[in-house]
Nanobody, 115 residues
Framework: VLLQESGPGLVKPSQTLSLTCTVS??????????WSWIRQVPGKGLEWMGT??????TNYSPSLKSRTSISRANANTVYLRAKTVKPEDTGVYYC?????????WGQGTQVTVSS
């Protein structure tokens, strides 16, 4: 399974960030897979944002739930939308595909929130 994140590198404060994870070599509806967005902001470790399971069920980090949405389209695309972004949302955003026995990561995409 190969994952590729894409989206705007620069977003203004208060705008909505939209990122796309394109999946190849597998399907997001394959049983037992969960698809997550994880980010790393400067000076901090990896932060889990949310997950959509192969069943379509979603779960979000409590601290980000109010402004984060993860969705999917067709068999190969997972989306992240983060509303009302702030400069502290600047960081590298990763897509992750995981089962209980394997984990795959995209290379990450840099997002900078600045006016």
């Amino acid at each position: 399974v190969l994952l590729q994140e894409s989206g705007p590198g620069l977003v203004k404060p208060s705008q909505t960030l939209s990122l796309t994870c394109t999946v190849s070599g597998g399907s997001i509806t394959t049983a037992y897979y969960s698809w997550s967005w994880i980010r790393q902001v400067p000076g901090k470790g990896l932060e889990w944002m949310g997950t959509v399971a192969y069943s379509g069920i979603t779960n979000y980090s409590p601290s980000l739930k109010s402004r984060t949405s993860i969705s999917r389209a067709n068999a190969n695309t997972v989306y992240l939308r983060a509303k009302t972004v702030k400069p502290e949302d600047t960081g590298v955003y990763y897509c992750n595909a995981k089962t209980s026995w394997t984990s795959h990561w995209g290379q990450g995409t840099q997002v900078t929130v600045s006016s």
